[in-house]
């Protein structure tokens, strides 16, 4: 693996030190891959055109996902339309182990840093492409954007009321999915190189990444199953499953189809008659008159308070959740002592809260990289590292090829 510039925000246990990432990327898909490497130790370089990551560009929402999906990285900003750009580029790449892209199809190709390029002059690198519908379908010049891939895997059409529209899911779920699974290919490519000594060209598809995410309901499709439809909130086969109910002063999500876990909440609600009503006596029975359940649930559960539910509930082992709004979430005592929430900051002065990794690595702390960088803010120390010196740095400066 190449040696890593010095990176103070690395912690000492991150398995991932010593590995270089240049990050191709923009908008979500792949500068959320290569934070995931960053965030597990590697030193991420990111490269962005003159002007920045696009993302940089379409307001406030964009600003935050500059600032989710980039820190820790470095920043370099070429125009790698010009030959001296390309040349900056394939330096980078030479002292690289990971590239990483989901720039429309054919622009790494035209550029002459596709993965075909750039793995015949260095067979250990490992080349990931994010697209929008894999580089051998019929559609693989078209651009893929995370609502595409909602729709046109399914998703969209099972989300939603019954008689309403198809929605899509509220945050863009396909492309934070696909970010981290191909941060999954990346490590499983590493460990191979590992014993073979040649790196790997990794493929993940936005479409592909919308459609594992509906394993079980696409396997039960296959198996001969219903088309699936919307039903809003709830499970087809199951009852109550994922089921919201109002509350005194909000709402709550509850699961209790398996037979004992059923008894167990007519228990719970002093209501113990329910199970063995002919109506809810069966899981298929409860399917079946459904409307009637959610009747009989609301009427239960309105009376109390959502904190009330929650505590009654799980206190009898019943799978239930409160619905929280995104301020509610932030002042929960369960966030405050997961730790997801970091510090990000940068020293520049410019500082923001994040959310870390979703998982620990034993005891060691979680990473809490540094602020995103601005666009081109280490151009010049990148450079320096590359081997050029203060006249050629001035003079890509000069003609435009860095920013």
Same mark, same amino acid.
């Given at each position: ?22 990050? !191709?990327? /923009?908008?979500?898909?792949? $500068? ?7 965030? *597990? #130790? @590697?030193?991420? %370089? ?118 309403? !529209?198809? /929605?899509?899911?509220?945050? $863009? ?7 981290? *699974? #191909? @941060?999954?290919? %990346? ?217």
């Amino acid at each position: 693996m190449s040696p890593a510039a010095s990176n103070p925000t690395r912690s000492p246990a991150a398995p991932l030190q010593g590995v270089r990432v240049l990050d !191709l990327g /923009q908008y979500i898909a792949g $500068p959320g891959a290569a934070m995931v490497l960053g965030e *597990l #130790g @590697a030193d991420v %370089v990111k490269v962005e055109p003159l002007a920045g990551d696009q993302a940089r560009h379409i307001g406030r929402y964009g600003e935050s996902m500059v600032n989710a999906h980039n820190r820790g990285k470095r920043s370099i900003a070429l125009d790698l339309k010009s030959e001296a750009g390309r040349e900056i580029a394939l330096r980078l790449i030479a002292d690289s182990d990971v590239v990483i892209q989901n720039l429309r199809p054919g622009v790494v190709e035209k550029l002459g840093i596709g993965p075909a390029e750039v793995r015949a002059r260095h067979p250990r690198v490992i080349y990931l492409s994010i697209s929008g519908f894999g580089s051998n379908t019929p559609s693989a010049e078209r651009p893929g954007y995370d609502i595409a891939a909602q729709a046109e895997s399914g998703l969209m059409s099972v989300t939603g009321e019954p008689d309403g !529209l198809p /929605q899509k899911v509220g945050v $863009p779920v396909v492309d934070a999915a696909a970010a981290h *699974l #191909g @941060a999954q290919a %990346v490590l499983a490519a590493l460990y191979g190189r590992e014993r073979s000594g040649v790196g790997e060209t990794l493929e993940v598809s936005l479409l592909e990444t919308a459609l594992h995410l509906q394993g079980a309901t696409w396997c039960e499709y296959l198996a001969g199953g219903p088309e699936p439809t919307r039903i809003g909130n709830g499970q087809p086969h199951n009852a109550p499953a994922a089921d919201v109910v109002a509350t005194r002063d909000g709402h709550i999500v509850l699961s209790a189809y398996a037979e004992d876990h059923w008894r167990r909440f007519c228990r719970a609600i002093g209501r113990e008659a329910l199970a063995s009503d002919p109506r809810f006596c069966s899981n298929a029975r409860r399917v079946a008159h459904r409307s009637e359940l959610r009747a009989v649930l609301s009427d239960c559960l309105s009376a109390y308070s959502t904190e009330e539910c929650v505590e009654l509930l799980s206190r009898h082992q019943i799978v239930v959740g409160a619905v929280r709004r995104y301020r509610d979430v932030l002042a929960g005592a369960d966030l405050a002592a997961s730790g997801i929430l970091v510090d990000a900051a940068s020293p520049d002065g410019r500082s923001y809260r994040a959310l870390g990794l979703p998982y620990r690595l034993g005891d060691a702390p979680r990473a809490a990289p540094a602020a995103a960088p601005t666009c081109g803010a280490d151009s010049i120390a990148l450079l320096s590292e590359a081997g050029y010196s203060e006249a050629d740095i001035a003079a890509l400066r000069d003609n435009r090829v860095i920013a």
